[in-house]
């Protein structure tokens, strides 16, 4: 009666093994993903604030608006920052000083490989994100 139970023991063991190898690239894809996804949505926030003090820094009509933006989105690198509304130089009640930025997020799980195994294409490549900000002009 024990060698039953033993050979039985060792298929379920062989089963769990297989279910496990079924589910791995699923658990994968999900852990990967709130990674990734967690990153972007750091990012995302970085270049929101970053994009306010641009924009707080052009109403103001301090110099180096560009770097300083730059400068303002830590822990990114190859920010591009674009004055789309600046503040006129003799005063300018009722317009807006508005600042775009922009950034290229890059992906650093294996996200999209896994993901092609379950039929997506397109997931993982390297997507942009952008924020604008926009704060009356004050000078």
């Known amino acids: 009666m024990n060698r039953r139970r033993r050979s039985n023991d060792a298929r379920d063991r062989g089963a769990a093994a297989v279910e496990f190898a079924l589910l791995l690239p699923m ?15 750091n990012a995302q926030i970085t270049l929101t604030q970053a994009a306010r003090e641009g924009a707080r820094l052009e109403s ?10 730059q400068a303002a989105a830590t822990g990114l690198s190859n920010v591009s920052v674009t004055v ?27 996200v999209g490989n896994i993901a092609e195994m379950f039929g997506g294409s397109s997931f993982g490549a390297p997507i942009t994100l952008s924020a604008q900000g926009t704060i009356p002009c004050e000078t």
């Open 27 to 41: 658990l994968l894809l999900l852990i990967f993903g709130i990674i990734d996804f967690g990153r972007a949505l």
């Open 60 to 69: 103001l009509d301090q110099p180096n608006v560009v770097s300083r933006t």
């Open 84 to 110: 789309v509304t600046a503040c006129p130089a003799n005063g300018g009640a009722g317009t807006d000083a508005v600042v775009k930025v922009s950034y290229v997020f890059s992906f650093i799980t294996p």
